[in-house]
């Protein structure tokens, strides 16, 4: 569905370019997680694939068909959930998804539904300058799905909310994956790319530095360790690495004469990997 060579791309009056040469090609029906720290490129490839701006290096094909051969039916085929949410305040929720939908050459999906699924069915018909933060930001990502386009791009779409609508949002975007819809996700946010995304890729100042699904990333850069909890005249827990774990002598020893509280094993986090493989950390980062 997207397929990206050497693509490279440098601001008005910026020496140093911004998207210095990558590469990357996403499936049918992906979710793909494009992973960086603020700065990193992520925002401007994906106002680059979807014409935002313009000025790039390299080779953009979408579905099959050069991003510069494309007339203004490119817009019919995708949708944008923006990181930061924008609409026009007098007009109620409902309203701005109509005029939004009216843009469209296709019949637009049942707007109040979309409006139920993300919890905005009361406030329907209050302006937008009356929503919360949260709110907006819900609003902001059903209005990507108003017109059922084959490719979705979601910059950073659980900020701002409470767990309780993030995960919604996310059981969204499964959802949206059943149905066969192809997923550009940006974001910093290593659990929801780690839940969500079947390949992530990590970049950092313009460059693609390591690509695969989480779990493979996981497995070679990280290192599984099992962690035991037991009692020895006061609550201890210690760490051991899972490889020839029955020949560990320590490990031997804590289960045949120490009272286990908890064992579990703990492989390595997306955000673990990432520092590892970019020393860059993405913890607490805010765009």
Known sequence: MIDIENLRFSYPKQTDDTIKG???????????????PSGAGKSTTQKIITRLV????????IMGKDLKNWNN????????????????AKLTGLENLKLFASLYDKFPQNLMGLLEQVGLAEAAHQKTQDYSKGMKMRLNFVRALIHDPDILFFDEP????????????KNIIKDLKQ???????????????????????????????????PKALKLKYGKPLLNVEYEDSDLKSVEFDLKNLGQN???MKIIKKQRIISMHTREASLDEVFVKITGENLTNIEE
């Open 73 to 88: 039916d490119y817009y019919n085929h995708i949708g944008v959930g923006f990181e930061l949410p924008n609409h026009y």
């Open 158 to 169: 659980t900020t701002g909310l409470d767990p309780v609508n993030a995960r919604n949002i």
């Open 54 to 61: 313009n000025g790039f290096q390299g080779k953009v094909w």
């Open 249 to 251: 002598q320590e490990f």
């Open 179 to 213: 149905q066969g819809k192809t997923i550009f996700l940006t974001t910093h946010n290593m659990y929801d790319a780690d839940e969500l995304c079947d390949r992530v890729a990590f970049i950092t100042e313009g460059l693609i530095k390591a690509e695969d699904a």
């Open 22 to 36: 990558i590469n990357f090609s996403i499936k049918e029906g992906e979710i793909y997680g494009f992973l960086g």
